[in-house]
């Protein structure tokens, strides 16, 4: 009986993501086991002391630590917190705004900020997608469309064209090939859940409205603000995983052609800030672009997002942005800002963009 049981027993197949994955449950269970090692020591330590205000010193210098991080592990309980700090900063810098106008009466502009975090998160989703399809040979029709439509130059990729790329890539029997452990699985499964889709469905009908001047009612705006909230963070938890995944842009790189290694500094764009600290790594591709934007998966890898999303310096508000191909007038390309709208001409980047089939 008991071998019944046992040959009937579901256990996952061995492989490298798997044990990857056990390997860091693993190590957090360790670290959490070494806090809770140091709570008890303290507590223990308090019987030790003479006097009881000796003892009340003690335990508030020497569990300082461990209070701040039993706190900051508590924020990540909060998907609002999580997004403002773990998503890659063209969303949570849109997600901040979005927190912000809701913390008042609801207004008009917080609604228009639900809607733009909307089409934000689902373009930075798409652009990743149309990115990492390249790299692994895949064809989407979907690209094809923003082809024909930047061609004729009066305007670019919007909502509709985003929605287009994370529907096919849902349903393409192409992606179903690629290994479950590469960013592409997660991003297919962003809207092939009936509750997400619905929910980005009600946005999207928002968002037409709104484009065509059919205006929320004064007295129905409290309601639409707190339905389209609810159904933006509906979306916001579908799209989890994107914390994992850092955007990265790498400042330097200099090569050991003998040890065949990159020592490269690199920018973590994560959290609704675009100034942070410069880190530093080594990496095995020989090929990594100084200023140009990546996505560093779970193996590590990094995975090149130009001329899909490329980062500079905005020259009408000086702040460091992200930008995606808006347009292609006869003469120039014309590069929009995900985080507030700005747009930068970028004529060098016409090559890049046949290259990769959108031009």
Known sequence: MTQKILAELVVPQPDQDLADALNDLETAKERLQQWQTQADE?????????????ARRKVIESGRTLRLRVDAASLLDDLGYTVRTRFPYPVAARWRTVEALQSVAPSREAYGAILDTTEILLCY????????AR????????????????????SGPGLGEWVAVLNEAATSKQLRSVASSHPLGELRALLAQ????GARQRLTARRNDQAHMRHI??????????????????LVEAAQFLADWPLVQVTAVRRDTLTRTSHIDYRELMGDHPIVPTNSAQHYDSE?????????????????????????????????????????????????????????????LSTALKIVGLL
């Open 135 to 154: 790299e692994e040979g895949i064809e989407l029709g979907s690209a094809r469309e923003i082809q024909a439509k930047l061609r004729k130059g009066r």
């Open 125 to 132: 989703s798409a652009l990743l997608t149309l990115a990492l």
């Open 42 to 54: 303290i507590l223990a330590s308090v019987f030790l002391i003479e006097t009881p205000a000796d």
């Open 217 to 234: 009612d004064p007295i129905d705006l409290p309601d639409a603000v707190r339905d389209a909230a609810r159904d933006l963070k509906v």
């Open 288 to 348: 990594l672009e100084v200023d140009s934007l990546y996505l560093r998966g779970p193996d590590q890898r990094l995975h090149l997002l130009r001329p899909y999303l490329i980062g500079r310096d905005c020259p009408i508000c000086r702040i460091w942005s992200t930008f995606h191909v808006d347009k292609v007038p006869t003469t120039t390309v014309v590069y929009k800002s995900l985080e507030h709208g700005h747009t930068v001409q970028e004529p060098a």
């Open 194 to 197: 009936a509750a997400v889709e």
